[in-house]
Nanobody, 119 residues
Framework: QVQLVESGGGLVQPGGSLRLSCAASGSISSFNHMGWYRQAPGKQRELVAGISKGGSINYADSVKGRFTISRDNAKNAVYLQMNSLLLEDTAVYYC?????????????WGQGTQVTVSS
């Protein structure tokens, strides 16, 4: 079991920046994939950015070039640097830890942090 706690959300103007942090209660080094998801009102939760155990990174097309995900196994933390924020980036952002091995699959979620982009 691992608990994930997100922080860093808030209200920001269009074009601004925020840095989200996800702190895990235990080691994240064994998780195959760490990701940031978001869910806007009335929409499905979507993957924003993910980083694998090996360091491979993927981004949603809508955030490429603006968001940067990073992973610090020593600190058991994952970060999401968000620049050039747009109104449509407004959502609750969730941290996810995904583990899979020999058919055993586990997903852990944080409680979410609200990001509101508004002028």
């Amino acid at each position: 079991q691992v608990q994930l706690v997100e922080s860093g959300g808030g209200l920001v103007q269009p074009g601004g920046s925020l840095r989200l942090s996800c702190a895990a209660s235990g080691s994240i080094s064994s998780f195959n994939h760490m990701g940031w998801y978001r869910q806007a009102p009335g929409k499905q939760r979507e993957l924003v950015a993910g980083i694998s155990k090996g360091g491979s990174i993927n981004y949603a097309d809508s955030v490429k070039g603006r968001f940067t995900i990073s992973r610090d196994n020593a600190k058991n933390a994952v970060y999401l640097q968000m620049n050039s924020l747009l109104l449509e980036d407004t959502a609750v952002y969730y941290c996810n830890a995904h583990f899979s091995l020999f058919g055993v699959v586990r997903d852990y979620w944080g409680q979410g942090t609200q990001v509101t982009v508004s002028s």
